[in-house]
């Protein structure tokens, strides 16, 4: 089983750039595909971005893309959102969520990842 904790979230102003991370224990991580989510309030959780197991394939939302780049230091065991020109739409809680990835596949899906980190918060003000 693995765990994950974010860190790296703050305040920002628009136009801006954070770079969250995401450590990971207790498992192998090159054996887990990794996602981003984010919480705004009072919003369901949704899908930012997805990397597979050994970082060949990478897919993001559309509202994100040119703008955030997800990558993973699988020897370092950590999992990388740079975030550029931030808006104030980007403003929630942000997790980093695991899922076996030994198939290879990505999922959009929060019901498709198993394991969660407790969320960094990031704040972008106008």
């Known amino acids: 089983q693995v765990q994950l904790v974010e860190s790296g979230g703050g305040l920002v102003q628009a136009g801006g750039s954070l770079r969250l991370s995401c450590a990971a224990s207790?498992?192998?991580?090159?054996?887990?595909?990794m996602g981003w989510f984010r919480q705004a309030p009072g919003k369901e959780r949704e899908f930012v971005a997805a990397?597979?197991?050994?970082?060949?394939?990478?897919y993001s939302v559309a509202s994100v893309k040119g703008r955030f780049t997800i990558s993973r230091a699988n020897a370092q065991n950590t999992l990388y959102l740079q975030m550029n020109s931030l808006k104030p739409d980007d403003t929630a809680v942000y997790y980093c969520?695991?899922?076996?990835?030994?198939?290879?596949?990505?999922?959009?899906?929060?019901?498709?990842?198993?394991?969660w980190g407790q969320g960094t918060q990031v704040t972008v003000s106008s």
């Open positions: 969520a695991a899922v076996d990835g030994r198939s290879g596949g990505l999922t959009t899906r929060v019901s498709g990842y198993d394991y």
């Open positions: 207790g498992g192998t991580f090159s054996n887990y595909a």
């Open positions: 990397i597979s197991s050994f970082g060949h394939r990478t």
